[in-house]
């Protein structure tokens, strides 16, 4: 019996009915080959990982074969994209060969992207290319050790087909798990279409497998929002306090889980700046790295919006005060620690409040100041910090405000260091370094992405023997260019 078919495939999804997905067999992948696959991943799924690596696996996830026990679909969904609705999205490469209960309880979406032309598929192709995969597979993996909530990566396949993108690449494959695919953009769907049924079972769905406690609410379709308010306002704290930015927050792209999700052109901030663009299609600036946290919100209203007629009533209010608590609660604890600092005290956010703007002014790297501050001593003056010299004398008083706050809770010096390290991570997911693995693989090595995986396992950790990956990236590197060719 195939490795896979030992699973406990238990397909919640597509119970639901027709109404929701298209029935889809994946269009196979020609001579598909693994590129990679991670062992940590596998785990999540009582894989072994050997397994990943046999003729058999590849077969499967390629499309040659459909597992005994899966049930195959590509869902149907709408959403808001840079503004606009637009009424008809839904997988248009993407396949749920199925859901799986681990040993842990826990039920896993396995969810092949690059699978071919569904009926959603519009103008696109139906698939994927390699470069667009690293970067979603570097991304889930770098995203989860630091402690950002975000849907997983099993594999990357390669396969003979050529697709046409702005030059013509090999068509590639991506095997992404996640708790949930149901986007804010699942909802918007089925209340555009004026179809109020299909959109209870949808929120009952939620309330059913991810959301359990709520069950049993007075109001369970309110505290289903306001949940998911709370969710999302913890993960883009948490974007906000590493730096990341997302680059395509469409409805389509919101879990209801609050994970990040549907890698695109995101991007680390490099040197702090909090206009950063890092999606080159953005012209406007939609998603910029600092309206992130209001665009979390634009796309709860629209959410909100899809779920009124199951609702007590207008909500707006409630949605923001979730979302806001939330959000500070998790930003404010995050740029503490980042800090060093254990207790909260009234002044906090403006002693951060008159950092940043210096680190912006000298588009000072975000990452690497931090770190570097891990290092600093209450007998240090403003030449400790990460800042050019000629440039020093303008942190003198942030300085001194600092040390006096660190007075204030009798912070040990040694103690600090070790408690910032675990908050400020040494390695970041560098676009420039993305760059360079993804050259490498679309050359036949994929030697440097695993080598990437690893580093960006333990971010957290010195690794003296990757320095080099804890970089400023060199000059080539700070002016690349994502778009949202994928
Ligand atoms: P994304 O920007 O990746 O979130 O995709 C937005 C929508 O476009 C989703 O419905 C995708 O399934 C669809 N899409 C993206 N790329 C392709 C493609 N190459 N072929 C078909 N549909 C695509
Ligand atoms: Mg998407």
Redesign the pocket.
């Known amino acids: 019996m195939s490795m896979i078919n030992s699973l406990s495939f238990e397909n919640r999804f597509a119970d639901l009915g027709e109404s929701f997905f298209a029935p889809m067999q994946a269009r196979p992948l020609p001579n598909a080959r693994l590129v990679t696959f991670s062992r940590e991943a596998a785990k999540l799924l009582d894989l072994d990982p050997a397994w990943l690596n046999t003729q058999e696996a590849v077969q499967i996830f390629a499309g040659h074969q459909v597992p005994d026990k899966a049930s195959p679909l590509s869902m149907v969904?709408a959403?808001h994209?840079f503004g606009g609705y637009?009424a008809q999205?839904?997988?248009?490469?993407?396949i749920l060969l199925g859901q799986v209960r681990n040993q842990k309880g826990e039920l896993w979406d396995i969810h092949t992207?690059?699978s071919g032309?569904?009926p959603?598929?519009?103008?696109?192709?139906?698939?994927?290319v390699l470069r667009?995969c690293i970067r979603e597979y570097l991304a889930s993996e770098a995203l989860y050790h630091l402690g950002i909530p975000t849907t997983r990566a099993l594999l990357i396949l390669e396969s003979s087909e050529p697709?046409q993108r702005e030059k013509l690449e090999n068509a590639a494959l991506l095997v992404r798990l996640a708790k949930s695919h149901v986007r804010f953009g699942s909802f918007e769907y089925f209340a555009h279409t004026n179809q109020p049924e299909e959109l209870k079972k949808l929120a009952d769905y939620c309330l059913e497998v991810h959301f359990p406690d709520l069950k049993e609410a007075e109001q369970p379709y309110d505290a289903l929002l306001l949940r998911i308010a709370a969710e999302t306002g913890s993960m883009i704290a948490r974007w906000q306090a590493f730096g990341f930015a997302h680059g395509?927050m469409?409805t389509?792209?919101m879990s209801v889980l609050g994970e990040t999700f549907?890698y695109?052109p995101y991007g680390f901030m490099e040197g702090f700046n909090p206009d950063y663009i890092c999606n080159h299609s953005d012209e406007w600036g939609r998603y910029a790295f600092n309206q992130q946290p209001s665009i979390g919100f634009w796309n709860l209203r629209a959410l909100a919006y899809a779920l009124k007629d199951l609702l007590s009533g207008e909500m707006t209010e409630q949605v923001l005060e979730a979302y806001q608590t939330r959000f500070f609660e998790e930003y404010d604890r995050l740029m503490n620690k980042k800090l060093g600092l254990k207790v909260m005290m009234e002044g906090d956010r403006q002693l951060m409040g008159d950092l940043l703007p210096l680190l912006q002014k000298h588009v000072i790297d975000y990452s690497i100041f931090f770190r570097k501050l891990c290092e600093f001593t209450q007998s240090d003056d403003e030449s400790a910090l990460y800042v050019k010299p000629e440039h020093q004398a303008e942190f003198r008083d942030w300085v001194e405000t600092y040390k006096t706050r660190l007075a204030q809770e009798n912070s040990v010096d040694e103690d600090r260091s070790a408690e910032m390290k675990a908050a400020n991570p040494k390695y970041i997911l560098r676009n420039y370094l993305a760059q360079q693995a993804i050259e490498k693989a679309e050359a036949g090595d994929a030697s440097e992405v695993e080598k990437l995986i690893e580093i960006l396992s333990n971010p957290y950790d010195e690794q003296p023997e990757h320095e080099a990956y804890a970089a400023e990236p060199p000059e080539w590197g700070k002016k690349l260019e994502i778009s949202?060719s994928?």
């Open positions: 969904y959403g994209q637009s999205l839904g997988d248009g490469r993407g992207k690059g032309k569904t959603f598929s519009r103008f696109g192709d139906g698939r994927a667009s697709v395509v469409n389509d792209n549907d695109g949202c994928s």
